[in-house]
């Protein structure tokens, strides 16, 4: 007799496989033989993520004799340029024929509030800066953003939740290992005391509600290059939008994992596929092993699996998740390495978007016709092998050239010599001469090689380096030879240039998480937590379809407010366009109190164009002083009956109005 579980999967109690169970084996075996055939595609360009991040931390194997980490540096100059703090959103409410709806711009108000409170609650600079540092150390960064919901499954997501529904999970399993009779994990006398007494912890912290009953909000996760994988039905990772699939695997606890899918019972986890945590080794350059992550080559990535060897057989004990987001059938499918069934059954995403994937791809050294983008890390690899090179090359001729004394064995006793070695400062040494000779004749300075300076000079290969980077001398804090003001100038417009389109890829990026982050919030949050975010007026729409964002308001983020802002640049600019913006309000004003509103309206739109001539991200609006209809009618009264001039229309009155004065 076969029952019909909560999931709608059919289980047959008699023990024999039904249809259902094995219909979903084989959607279960194809999609992973799908996965897997990818991974195996993609190994070598895994194996280059080891390599690049080995170099980024200074540990490639190589022993040299003397070596700087001087990619691990550029990558933290460059981390720091790009990505300082998280992005100013504006949200502008969206042109119509006829002006802009009221409602428009409320609504664009609005969004950009609860767009920024969602990224700071997120904590979207923690994840961006690893995204950030991810992309210069081995290419691709990544990041993941789902909304999760109170009442609805959420994707697998690293970001710690910390809600009650996850003490209900660990619960629920410990319940479930104590009542097993044959033991779960074959516990002993003093494993089921403490299992007992992390039961009664739990109980307490349900009952006295010290959590939340499920934390909903905005999840950003950072996801590590070698985690992700994209179909190969296109050329580019970087084109994982238009991909038949993006999928990306976590390890976790088996524990864990068991109280986390529910739907699979101890029989399915005996043939999940087993991995252990690889310690963590030694900081330095002797023998050295460089971490590789590739699926056919289980040697030196962070988990192996259990069956490769070399693992403690008392280590903790994970299993592999891999969540596959399918644009096929437009359904998210969650399986665990070596497990037959369906860790959730498949389901679609809790919140529609225009662009699927929740996965956001950042690369900024891509190559034509490749697959993969190159790294800040490859790029630099073999200037920084010519860099140590020199450098060991340098120390070892210096070592070898430390001054010494040679003397004749035969004519100086084994105890003499040992006094002249021994020797210290303004010491009296009397020795014997064994011939009787001249004591100068028995004694020679140590000949050594001349070194040649210029054979070791590096300041080549840090030009070539910088040249590369883009990192300019100034930035690493060394200045190796004195530069005119001029040659400074052009050195620091040659970084602007390259760091500002680096930041413009960024920013295309983060302009496409707002607007995705817009779909999201309209669905997943309701008009009354959003007055609670943004106010009272807060304008929020419940129940908008997603197509219908894009109608009233245009999300952006503003040019530059990423990187690390240049403090001195600044105040000059400011110093020159402070005396600028008052002479112009101020002409301004006088346009509005004399009802020249045209005039008022060119002025601004010429302040608005000069600011961004001058390449300035400044809102001109709150500089310009607003005119109301009501507090200007008595000045232009009383300018009418001391003068007998009749100013312009006022703005907001209508003709007869105006004809009244």
Known sequence: MADISEEGIIDNVDGDQSDADEAEEKAVNALAKEYKQGRKFDSDAYDQYGIDRAYASGDSGKNWASSANLIGTFIDILSSFLYARDPDVSASAAKNVGGIDPD?????????????RLWKKGRLKKAARKMVRSTLSVGPGWLKVI??????????????????????????????????PEGDENLTDDETTVKLQEMELLKVSLTEKLEVIHRSGLAIDFVQAENMQVSLDVDSISDHLDANWNANKTYVLKDNARSQFKRLEKKDFESATIYNQIKPKKRANDNVEVMTFGDNNNKNTRFQKSTDGGSDKDATEFVC??????????????????????????????????????????????????????????????????????????????????????????GV???????????VSMEMIGIKSMKGDDIRKLFAEK???KVDP??????????????????QEALS???TTQK????????????????????????????????????????????????????????????????????????????????????????????????????????????????NIPMAVALKNLLSETFKRLDERIDVEKFIPEGDPENLQPVLEEMLNSTGVKPAKVPGQTSAEANTL
């Open 104 to 116: 428009n711009v409320a609504f664009a108000e609005t969004a950009g509030i609860i767009v920024s």
């Open 147 to 180: 909304m999760t919901h109170e009442t609805r499954v959420d994707p697998v997501v690293q970001t710690a939740l910390n809600d009650l529904e996850d003490n209900v999970q660990r619960l629920e399993l410990v319940q479930k290992q104590l009542q097993d």
């Open 321 to 410: 998740i891999i969540e596959l987001w399918d644009k096929r059938d437009n359904h998210i499918k969650t399986f665990i390495e070596g497990v037959k069934r369906w860790a959730v059954p498949p389901f679609q995403p809790n919140f529609a978007t225009s662009r699927f994937y929740p996965y956001f791809n950042l690369s900024l050294f891509e190559v034509d016709g490749a697959r993969h983008p190159q790294s800040l890390s490859f790029r630099l690899h073999k200037l920084q092998d010519e860099y140590s090179s020199k450098r060991s090359n340098s120390r070892l001729a210096a070592e070898r050239s430390i001054p010494g004394t040679i003397f004749d064995a035969t």
């Open 413 to 423: 006793t084994p105890e003499d010599a040992k006094k002249v070695e021994n020797a």
């Open 447 to 449: 000949p050594v090689a």
């Open 454 to 471: 210029l054979v070791f000079d590096t300041r080549s290969v840090i030009a070539d380096m910088e040249r590369v980077s883009g990192v």
């Open 477 to 479: 804090s060394t200045v």
């Open 484 to 595: 005119t003001a001029t040659e400074a100038k052009i050195q620091d417009a040659g970084f602007n240039s390259r760091s500002s389109s680096d930041r413009d890829t960024l920013e295309d990026l983060l302009t496409d998480l707002s607007e995705y982050t817009l779909e999201l919030a309209i669905q997943g949050v309701p008009p009354e937590q959003a007055q609670q975010i943004a106010g009272d007026q807060a304008f929020w729409p419940a129940d908008m379809e997603i197509e219908d964002i894009i109608t009233l308001a245009n999300m952006e983020i503003k040019a530059g407010t990423t990187g690390k802002p240049d403090d001195e640049k600044l105040r000059q600019s400011w110093g020159v366009l402070l005396p600028l913006v008052q002479a112009v309000m101020r002409e301004i004003q006088a346009a509005q109190l004399t009802g």
